[in-house]
């Protein structure tokens, strides 16, 4: 018995119907939050799958809702893991400092260009501190060193 083309592109489309309408339940159950990479991942996936089925099909506005889902999806993958990282590199900073009483103990690595990636390690060290240090010694927290990554 051979599987024909037509019956793998079928099966293709329903597993990437059932990734979307998946992540979807998930979401709308609360077992998933709509900025969880299951649900981005899912969705992602799904989205592909059914554009290309779409494209090889010649279903054009199905294929452009697509191309929207996929393109949203990379963009949400890719926020979700910047702000991971950068939450990361917080926390190893604030362990540095908390570690050694030094501000200056850890440097902020992050990999991006924002001048205030540094800014959750200074409210986290304020709300963790505020019973062992004077507000005005952790809002003045000297401008930490950067470190990019990705040169």
């Given at each position: 018995?051979?599987?024909?083309?037509?019956?793998?592109?079928?099966?293709?489309?329903?597993v990437?119907?059932?990734?979307?309408?998946?992540?979807?339940?998930?979401?709308?159950?609360?077992?998933?939050?709509?900025?969880?990479?299951q649900?981005?991942?899912?969705?992602?996936?799904?989205?592909?799958?059914m554009?290309?089925?779409?494209?090889?099909?010649?279903?054009?506005?199905?294929?452009?809702?697509?191309?929207?889902a996929?393109?949203?999806?990379?963009?949400a993958?890719?926020?979700?893991?910047r702000?991971?990282?950068?939450?990361?590199a917080?926390?190893?900073?604030l362990?540095?400092?908390?570690?050694?009483?030094?501000?200056?103990?850890?440097?902020?690595?992050?990999?991006?260009?924002?001048?205030?990636?540094g800014a959750?390690?200074?409210?986290?060290?304020?709300?963790?501190?505020?019973d062992?240090?004077p507000?005005?010694?952790?809002?003045?927290?000297?401008?930490?060193?950067?470190?990019?990554?990705?040169?």
């Amino acid at each position: 018995m051979t599987i024909s083309l037509l019956t793998v592109i079928t099966a293709l489309g329903w597993v990437g119907a059932i990734a979307v309408v998946l992540a979807y339940g998930m979401v709308s159950k609360g077992r998933w939050t709509a900025d969880g990479i299951q649900f981005q991942l899912a969705n992602f996936a799904g989205a592909a799958v059914m554009l290309l089925i779409a494209i090889m099909n010649g279903i054009w506005p199905s294929a452009l809702a697509n191309v929207a889902a996929v393109i949203i999806g990379a963009f949400a993958m890719r926020t979700i893991a910047r702000t991971r990282r950068a939450e990361r590199a917080a926390a190893a900073q604030l362990a540095a400092v908390q570690a050694t009483g030094d501000p200056h103990a850890a440097a902020v690595v992050d990999g991006s260009a924002d001048p205030t990636a540094g800014a959750l390690v200074a409210e986290t060290l304020h709300a963790e501190t505020l019973d062992a240090a004077p507000v005005a010694e952790v809002a003045e927290l000297p401008r930490q060193e950067r470190v990019d990554l990705a040169a």
